[in-house]
């Protein structure tokens, strides 16, 4: 039996890991529910008189904007009431969330040098190493593609 994914409630904490989920989930619903997400959208003014293909990508945005949504809570999701299209909430959540370059670039910098600092605490349980550990990982995979090699980090 497969097991059915769920959405994530953003709460203003750990925006990566929800990101992450949250682009997993929509992919999930199909290519142009995710398409419509990536993509700038302009919503038409009426519905009326139409063609299909451009009721087809309205009905898919409206599909995205209600996942995102559903995966916002309350303080979340007053930041990005007023958005139209599932393609600028996703854009304001994420420039909200991850910065600028400048900032993405001093967040970078931090998760390195916590990286190249790491050690064990005296006491630390080896669980708790690794969960801090995956943690730095984590942080520095949000910031682009990482810069250390496998090897690295192993060692």
């Known amino acids: ?27 999930s619903q199909g290519h142009d529910i995710w398409a419509i997400v990536e993509e700038d959208y302009q919503l038409p003014a009426t519905l009326q008189g139409i063609p299909l293909n451009d009721i087809v990508k309205f009905e898919n945005n409206s599909k995205a904007k209600n996942i995102l949504i559903s995966a916002l809570g309350r303080k979340e999701y007053a930041r990005i009431s007023h958005l139209k299209t599932a393609h600028a909430i996703w854009k304001k959540l994420c420039d ?15 998760y390195t040098r916590e990286f190249q600092m790491f050690r064990q605490r005296p006491g630390e349980s ?21 810069a250390f090699t496998d090897n690295q980090l192993t060692r």
Do not use: H, Q
């Not at 039996?1 to 992450?20: A, C, H, Q, T």
């Open 1 to 27: 039996m497969e097991k059915s994914s769920r959405l994530i409630v953003f709460n203003g904490e750990d925006f990566p890991y929800w990101k992450d989920r949250t682009e997993a989930y929509l992919r």
């Open 96 to 110: 909200y969330n991850e910065g600028t370059n400048e900032i993405k670039s001093m967040r970078l910098d931090t």
């Open 126 to 146: 080896l669980d708790s190493v690794a969960a801090r550990f995956d943690n730095i990982v984590s942080n520095l995979r949000s910031c682009g593609d990482l």
